[in-house]
């Protein structure tokens, strides 16, 4: 079947693969309790299906639509790799726990909510995980914050701000390197176009902690016995020296003089390979049994076995195969984008919420909506970044815009919405750990509800919203065909 033969889908069919999938997610997450993987397939098999029956597709054409979205997430996957074995050699090496261990220090009853939320940012951005990082340090600060007479929303809200600061803004992060890789832009890039909106949010969300401190001011002790087991167990499990800070501020270096995410990655592992084997060699252990720690982190992780439930939960991570579902999720929601993509069907979903959108400012809010639309509907924050991502990539382009300002846009709305809704996994898991209801934390959740706004507000007055000329080289995986079109 030739090209000619090929249906322009209506609306209708354009919307049977995407409200399947929203409904397979809903049963699998949100009843069953499962992972998106299996209903991700069947939206793909449902879109294959219907690109051949009803819109005259070959095979060949589906397969071809099916292996360019892949193609597309193929070096963040490579990013994601070597994420996975910066993580267990950092922790291995010491350079996480330094991190934690000073983190913690700095806590103090006259403003708790503002460390709280600065300690959790620390430690996301160490690991690259808001939700080791709630289900540890967090769950340690509810406690704390509870010894000090703190309401459990307020302490909460602090956590889930922090936490998701560093999700985001962490190299290490799963999210960060796809948001990026289905716009179409590098890496550091997305980070340093994050910047714009996340950090005057966190000001401004500490800035508001600061004054619920002063005018709620804590009482008490923060050196309650978790607190003060979770450091001793850190301080007797590692050689802790401010040297071992060396590998994250290399890493800084790197992408401050805009070196690619890869290598910087790279120079991270060998800095952290190192510093493992000055700093944490065991009296009397040979250079075989370091050899084998070394390898043991890169590839399955680092594992904590202290016995301190709350630190060997946070240490323990990290490897290849830890990214491994991470990196299945990534190729089989794209190949379902894919697949909707090359058949018109992504297309067709956009031109009709695109309608509205006649500026880059509602442009860029039709983007924010949408990502938090499917954080409701599909109660995945992965689908919240891959859906629209895919089906607004080519309306940036079309007007000019940099893939940075859609993958920021992304990140603002579908990774920091999706702590705020119940039935979203990220919210469902949020409140379990925490022990508090999505919808008593959300009110104090200020940096998961400022971020978005200040989004918003950058599109419509254009402040940082750059255009594809500011900064071609960073543009990736858009065909002369997609630049040609611009308007």
Avoid at 234 to 247: D, K, M, Q, R, V
Avoid at 337 to 351: C, D, H, P, Y
């Amino acid at each position: 079947m030739t090209e000619k033969t090929k249906r322009t889908p209506s609306l209708g069919i354009a919307l049977v693969p995407v409200l399947v999938l929203i409904a397979c997610l809903f049963y699998t997450i949100v009843i069953l309790d499962g992972s998106g993987h299996i209903p991700l397939i069947v939206g793909a098999l449902v879109a294959s299906a219907i690109s051949g029956s009803a819109l005259g597709m070959s095979w060949d054409e589906i397969q071809k639509g099916l292996t360019a979205g892949i193609v597309t997430a193929l070096p963040a996957i490579l990013i994601l790799i070597v994420v996975g074995l910066l993580i267990g050699v950092w922790i291995a090496s010491g350079v996480v726990p330094v991190m934690i261990f000073y983190g913690l220090k700095i806590l103090a009853p006259g403003y708790f909510l503002v460390a709280t939320c600065v300690i959790c940012a620390v430690i996301s951005l160490a690991t690259g995980s808001s939700w080791s990082t709630a289900a540890t340090v967090g769950l340690a600060m509810m406690g704390v914050g509870q010894a000090l007479g703190m309401p459990a929303g307020m302490t909460a809200g602090a956590v889930i701000s922090g936490a998701y600061f560093g999700d985001k803004m962490s190299p290490l992060s799963d999210t960060t390197n796809l948001a990026p890789a289905v716009a179409g832009t590098q890496l550091f890039t997305h980070i340093r176009h994050m910047v714009y909106t996340t950090v005057p949010a966190l000001v401004l969300a500490l800035l508001i902690y600061a004054v619920i401190g002063i005018l709620r001011p804590a009482s008490g002790s923060v050196e309650t016995p978790e607190y003060l087991l979770m450091l001793s167990t850190l301080s007797g499990s590692f050689n802790l020296t401010p040297w071992l800070l060396i590998a994250p501020a290399a890493v800084l270096v790197l992408v401050w003089r805009k070196t690619p995410a890869l290598p910087a990655l790279v120079i991270g592992v060998v800095t952290g390979a190192v510093l493992l084997l000055l700093f944490q060699r065991e009296a009397g252990e040979g250079w075989a049994p370091m050899a084998g720690r070394l390898v043991d982190s890169l590839y399955t992780g680092y594992v904590s076995e202290t016995g301190v439930a709350s630190v060997d939960g946070l240490l323990t991570r990290g490897g290849l195969t830890d990214m491994l579902d991470t990196i299945a999720l990534i190729v089989v929601a794209l190949s379902f984008g894919g697949i909707m993509e090359a058949s018109g069907m992504l297309e067709r979903l956009a031109a009709a919420i695109l309608a509205v959108a006649r500026s880059t400012g509602s442009l860029i809010a039709v983007t924010l909506f949408s990502c938090f639309g499917m954080n409701v509907l599909a109660s995945d924050q992965y689908l919240a970044i891959i859906v629209p991502g895919r089906m607004y990539r080519a309306a940036y382009l079309k007007r000019g815009l940099h893939p940075k300002n859609l993958s920021r846009a992304l990140e603002d709305s579908a990774t920091l919405t999706s702590p705020l809704i119940p039935w979203n996994t990220c919210g469902a898991y949020m409140s379990g750990v925490l022990g508090v209801s999505s919808f008593v934390y959300l009110p104090f959740a200020f940096l998961n509800l400022l971020s978005p706004m200040i989004s918003m507000f950058y599109g419509f007055t254009g402040i940082t919203i750059q255009k594809i000329e500011d900064d071609p080289d960073s543009v990736v995986g858009v065909t002369a065909e997609e630049l040609a079109n611009r308007e």
